[in-house]
C-alpha cells in the first residue's frame, strides 16, 4: 500500500476496522504494563498478532517479548518458521518446554499421549518466572461456546484460574488492565475475528506462514474421525495404518491431536474458498482435545490455559 | 469428515466477490428467553449460514440429552455450564455473522432485570439495538427497560423486533398496535432511530427471508434492515478526538529522532497541516505527518489506528488528548454525570476512586450521588446532595444516608471530584470520548460505567436537581 485518502464511504471496511481495534488493543497494554508478552506457537492467528504488532509500534521495534509454550510434540515446518520469524525481526523468545515440565516431574505425560493438556503448567510456570503481567493470546469468540463470553482483557489469578464471574465489564474501548501482584491479564486482540476474516488479512497483508497451511503430500493415519501424522508422540497404535494423502492443516498445535484436512488448497485464495465453504469449525474439524465433552474448552480455561 | 451435513442450509454465500468492501456493524440484542430471543439469535446464524455442522450437531446432541423435540436454535448461544444447567444466560456473549454486505458482531445481553449492567456493556459499542417483544405480550416493563438504557446508552438505531408473529395469526393490527405504543415511548426518551419489524424467529418469517405471511408489511425484513443502516457515520460529523496511547520513540539508527503520538482517532477527521492543541496542558502545534506502517497518510478519520507527528517539541504523553485549535473544549476536575453501578459492593460517598476516562486514569474523590434512575418505572428519585466534606459511613445501614447508596445495576446521577483536570466531553455529543469507568484502586475491580453530563436521567428528572453546589468547597482540600 502507498499513501491512500479517504475513501468515500463513511466507515471503516471489516478488516480495517478490525486491524485497527486490534492495534488500539496492544497499544493500550504497551501502555498499561510493565512486562508483557505475546504467545507465539507459529500458528496463523499468533502470526496474524505479530504482524498487527509490528504495525501498532512501527517505526519501533515490536516491544514485546515472544514465548512459545513447546509440547515437544511439534511440526519441524512450525519451529523453523519461528527461528526464522525471531532472529529477522530481532525479538526476544523465551520457550516453555512441556518435555522439561516432565522431566522436573512438574506434570505426568497422559497415558493418551497428547501434550495439549498439559502446556496449561508449563505456561503459567513461565509467566511466573519472567513476571508476565499481560500474555497476548489469539483467541478468538468465534472459536468455541466458552470463550464467545470472553474479554478482551481477561483477569487471571495468581494460580492463572478463569473465573467468568469475576471478570470485568468492558464498555466502550476502555480496557481495565489493573492487576494485583502476582495477577496477570490475558489479552486477545484478535477477539472479534473469525476464521475467515484471519484469511483474509493474511491474504490482504500477504503475510507468510509455515509451509503446513497449504495443501501438501503427507503419510497419515486415521483416528478418532481425523487425520494424524506419525511421529514419536506415539502415533500410529497397532491397527492404525499408514497411507498418503493430500492434506493441509487449518491448526497447528500438538502432533498427536491436531488433525490435518484433506485439501488440495495450495494458495491463500485457495484455502479461503474452502474455509467459506465448509462444514466444520476449525476446533470441530481438527482439534480432538476440544471434543472431549460440552464444556471441555471451559474446563481448561478456568484452570489457565490459553 | 463424519458429521452428517444433510439437515444444512445450501452452501453459504460468503464468497470471496466484494467482501474487501463490506464493513462492520456493531449490535446489541436486548430481551429474555422468554421473548425467543436466543431462537433470533440462532435464527439469524443458521439462515446466514454462520452455524456450522459439528455446532449444530452439539446442539442436536444437546436437545435430544434433554429430551429430544425440535433442534432448539436458542442452544446455539448457551455458552457456559452454570447457564445451560440453570438455562439462563448470564453474562454478554459475543456472536459472529456475515453476509456479502456487512459483517456483523453482535452482543448477546441477558434480559433478566438483574442484569442491566450486562446491557449496559453490549450497548456501549452498539450502533444498533434490537429490542425483542412478545406479540402476545406487547409493550412490557421490560421493553421500556430495554428502551430506556438504549436511550441512555445514545444507540443511534433501534429495530423493535415483535417476535412470534405466528402465535398471533400475523395480525396486522396487534402489530400496529405495539409499534404504535413502541413509538410513542421511544419518542419520549429521545429514540429517533425506530424500525418496527413483524416476524416469527422460530420459522423463519421477515427474519432474513421476507414472509408470505405478512402481506400487508411493506418494510424491511430485519437483515435487510441490518445490512442497511449507516455505520459510524456520527464519527466523522464530529469533532476531533485523538486521545494519545504510547509515544513512539524507536531510537535506531534508522529513526533515531522519530517521535510520534500513537492511538485511535476517536472521532472526527485529522489533516497534515492541521493546528491541534494538547489538552490539558493547552499547548498548541501543527500535525506534520500522519503515519502507519503502510505508509503515510494526507488524512485520517475515526476510528483508525495512526501516529501522530507534530511540528514542535512539545510534551506530549500518554493519557492527553489532542483537539482541534480554536474549538470549544471542557477541561475540569469537576465531573458530573451518570453512572451505572456494575460491582457487587456499594457506592460509598467520600470514597476514593480512580477515574479512567480516554486514555488517562486520575485519582478521584465519589463527591456525591444525588439521583437515582428506576429503569422499570423510568422515574427518577432525587436525593439530596450529600456534603461527603463530611463523610458518612455508608456501609453503616443505620445511616439515614445508607439508602442513598448505589448498588449492582442501580443507575444515578454523581459527581466527582478529580486529582487534575481532564477532557470532560458530554456524552451525548461525544459518545466515544464522553465515557468513563469508576475503579477502586485497592483491587482494579471496575465499579461503574459513566457517562459525563447530562443523559437521558436528567431529562426524566421531574424538578431541576437541587441547587448548585459551591465548588470551591474542596479548595484546601489536598487530595
Not at chain 1, 76 to 91: K, Q, S
Not at chain 1, 225 to 230: E, F
Not at chain 2, 353 to 381: K, M, Y
Not at chain 2, 440 to 456: E, I, Y
Request: with cysteine.
Amino acid at each position: 500500500m502507498t499513501t491512500v485518502t479517504t475513501p468515500a464511504r463513511t466507515g471503516l471496511t471489516q478488516l480495517d476496522a478490525l486491524e485497527s481495534e486490534a492495534i488500539h488493543v496492544m497499544r493500550e497494554v504497551a501502555g498499561e504494563f510493565e512486562r508483557p508478552v505475546l504467545l507465539f506457537s507459529g500458528g496463523k492467528d499468533s502470526i496474524v498478532m505479530l504482524h498487527l504488532a509490528r504495525k501498532a509500534f512501527w517505526p519501533a521495534p515490536v516491544p514485546f517479548t515472544l514465548m512459545h509454550v513447546d509440547t515437544g510434540h511439534n511440526f519441524p515446518e512450525v519451529i523453523d518458521y519461528r527461528d526464522a520469524t525471531v532472529d529477522e525481526l530481532g525479538l526476544r523468545l523465551v520457550v516453555a518446554s512441556v518435555q522439561d515440565a516432565i522431566d522436573d516431574g512438574r506434570v505426568v505425560e497422559r497415558p493418551d499421549g497428547s501434550r495439549n493438556p498439559l502446556q496449561t503448567v508449563p505456561l503459567l510456570d513461565g509467566i511466573t518466572t519472567h513476571r508476565f503481567d499481560a500474555v497476548f493470546g489469539g483467541g478468538r469468540r468465534d472459536e468455541e461456546k466458552a470463550r464467545a463470553k470472553e474479554r478482551m482483557f481477561s483477569l487471571r489469578d495468581e494460580f492463572g484460574q478463569w473465573d467468568p464471574r469475576r471478570q470485568r465489564p468492558e464498555l466502550w474501548d476502555l480496557y481495565n488492565g489493573r492487576h494485583k501482584p502476582g495477577e496477570h491479564v490475558r489479552v486477545f486482540p484478535l477477539s472479534n475475528w473469525t476464521e475467515l476474516d484471519v484469511w483474509r488479512y493474511i491474504e490482504r497483508e500477504e503475510i507468510v506462514l509455515p509451509s503446513i497451511y497449504y495443501s501438501h503430500e503427507r503419510e497419515v493415519f486415521a483416528r478418532d474421525g481425523m487425520w494424524l501424522a506419525p511421529g514419536e508422540w506415539g502415533g500410529p497404535r497397532a491397527g492404525e495404518t499408514l497411507e498418503t494423502r493430500v492434506v493441509r492443516y487449518r491448526t497447528v498445535g500438538d502432533m498427536s491431536c491436531t488433525g490435518a484436512v484433506e485439501s488440495t488448497a495450495t494458495t491463500v485464495a485457495d484455502v479461503i474458498a474452502e474455509v467459506a465453504a465448509s462444514r466444520l469449525t476449525e476446533r470441530g474439524a481438527t482439534r480432538a482435545d476440544d471434543r472431549a465433552s460440552e464444556a471441555a474448552m471451559e474446563d481448561r480455561k478456568r484452570e489457565g490455559y490459553f | 469428515m463424519t458429521t452428517d451435513t444433510s439437515t444444512l442450509p445450501a452452501t453459504a454465500d460468503d464468497t470471496a466477490t466484494d467482501h474487501a468492501q463490506r464493513d462492520l456493524l456493531r449490535l446489541a440484542t436486548a430481551g429474555s428467553v422468554d421473548d425467543g430471543k436466543s431462537t433470533l439469535i440462532g435464527r439469524l446464524l443458521y439462515d446466514t449460514k454462520s452455524v456450522l455442522a459439528d455446532q449444530l450437531a452439539a446442539v442436536e446432541a444437546a436437545t435430544a440429552a434433554r429430551g429430544g423435540g425440535a433442534v432448539d436454535l436458542a442452544l446455539l448461544t448457551d455458552g457456559l455450564r452454570s447457564e445451560r444447567e440453570q438455562g439462563i444466560t448470564i453474562d454478554v456473549a459475543y456472536r459472529y455473522f456475515s453476509t456479502a454486505r456487512r459483517a456483523f458482531v453482535l452482543a448477546d445481553t441477558p434480559g433478566h432485570v438483574q442484569y442491566t449492567r450486562n446491557m449496559v456493556t453490549g450497548a456501549s459499542t452498539a450502533e444498533l439495538a434490537i429490542v425483542l417483544v412478545d406479540a402476545r405480550k406487547g409493550v412490557l416493563e421490560q421493553t421500556r427497560r430495554h428502551a430506556t438504557i438504549t436511550a441512555l446508552l445514545g444507540v443511534p438505531h433501534v429495530v423493535l423486533a415483535v417476535n412470534k408473529m405466528d402465535l398471533v395469526d400475523f395480525d396486522e393490527t396487534t402489530f400496529r398496535t405495539i409499534a404504535d405504543d413502541f413509538a410513542q415511548y421511544a419518542a419520549a426518551i429521545g429514540l429517533t432511530d425506530v424500525q418496527a419489524v413483524p416476524l416469527s424467529a422460530l420459522d423463519g418469517d421477515n427474519v432474513v427471508d421476507r414472509s408470505a405471511r405478512t402481506p400487508w408489511y411493506d418494510g424491511p425484513t430485519l437483515l435487510d434492515h441490518l445490512e442497511s443502516v449507516p455505520v459510524d457515520r456520527d464519527a466523522h460529523t464530529e469533532a476531533f478526538r485523538f486521545p494519545v496511547q504510547v509515544v513512539i520513540r524507536p531510537r535506531t539508527p534508522e529513526h533515531p529522532d522519530y517521535r510520534g503520538y500513537a492511538g485511535r482517532i476517536a472521532s472526527g477527521v485529522v489533516r497534515v497541516g492541521d493546528e491541534v492543541t494538547v489538552l490539558p496542558s493547552g499547548k498548541a502545534s501543527t500535525i506534520t505527518g500522519i503515519d502507519t506502517f503502510d505508509g503515510p497518510l494526507d488524512e485520517a478519520h475515526a476510528p483508525q489506528s495512526v501516529t501522530l507527528r507534530l511540528a514542535d517539541d512539545v510534551d506530549v504523553a500518554r493519557g492527553d488528548v489532542l483537539v482541534p485549535s480554536g474549538s470549544t473544549v471542557t477541561v475540569g476536575q469537576d465531573l458530573e454525570g451518570t453512572v451505572c453501578w456494575l460491582a457487587e459492593r456499594r457506592s460509598v460517598l467520600g470514597a476514593r476512586v480512580l477515574v479512567r476516562i480516554g486514555t488517562r486514569t486520575v485519582r478521584a474523590l465519589l463527591r456525591e450521588v444525588n439521583a437515582r434512575l428506576d429503569v422499570d418505572t423510568q422515574t427518577v428519585e432525587v436525593w439530596d446532595g450529600v456534603d461527603t466534606l463530611h463523610a458518612v459511613d455508608a456501609t453503616d445501614t443505620s445511616s439515614d444516608v445508607a439508602p442513598r447508596a448505589l448498588t449492582l445495576n442501580a443507575i444515578g446521577r454523581v459527581k466527582v471530584r478529580l486529582a487534575e483536570p481532564v477532557v470532560l466531553d458530554d456524552y451525548a455529543e461525544h459518545r466515544r470520548t464522553g465515557g468513563f469507568l469508576l475503579v477502586d484502586p485497592a483491587d482494579g475491580t471496575t465499579l461503574a460505567a459513566g457517562l459525563v453530563g447530562p443523559t437521558l436521567l436528567d431529562r426524566l428528572t421531574p424538578t431541576p436537581p437541587p441547587g448548585a453546589h459551591d465548588d470551591d468547597w474542596l479548595a484546601g482540600a489536598g487530595i
